[in-house]
């Protein structure tokens, strides 16, 4: 006895739709990523000149406030009824900048006191650093 094979169909998937999606994907990723510039780490020896200009940019006040209401002033402790005070004898110039790292159970009304404190020594760029 001899039986009929039915005819087999073609279940193969076909890939171009599928690749044209994948490139979309990539694209979009591509497109929507923020990049960010890294400091190059070149260990590049420039030359001097006698005509050349240091940079104007000063390095930003650091103050970091813990949870127990310590304050630190680029690195040295300082107390906080005596920032205001080591803080005009800081030599501000109209570039001058500070960042503020509070804890982040630290009372809110704190971290105010402290931007006061700097803009009172004609601090106005202020940041708070946020992880």
Not at 18 to 28: K, Q
Not at 51 to 78: A, R, W, Y
Not at 86 to 104: F, G, H, N, P, T
């Amino acid at each position: 006895m001899r039986f009929r094979r039915e005819s087999e169909e073609n279940f193969a998937l076909d890939m171009t739709p599928l690749i044209d999606v994948v490139f979309l994907l990539l694209i979009f990723f591509m497109v929507s990523t923020v990049f960010v510039d890294f400091k190059r780490q070149m260990g590049i020896s420039l030359p001097s000149s006698k005509s050349s200009v240091p940079d104007e940019v000063s390095k930003p006040i650091e103050l970091e406030v813990t949870v127990d209401k310590q304050v630190f002033l680029n690195g040295e402790k300082v107390r906080l009824r005596d920032l205001e005070s080591v803080l005009v004898k800081i030599d501000v110039s109209k570039k001058s900048a500070a960042i503020i790292r509070a804890d982040k159970n630290l009372p809110y009304g704190d971290v105010i006191k402290i931007m006061g404190l700097l803009q009172s020594a004609k601090i106005l760029d202020i940041s708070v650093a946020v992880k």
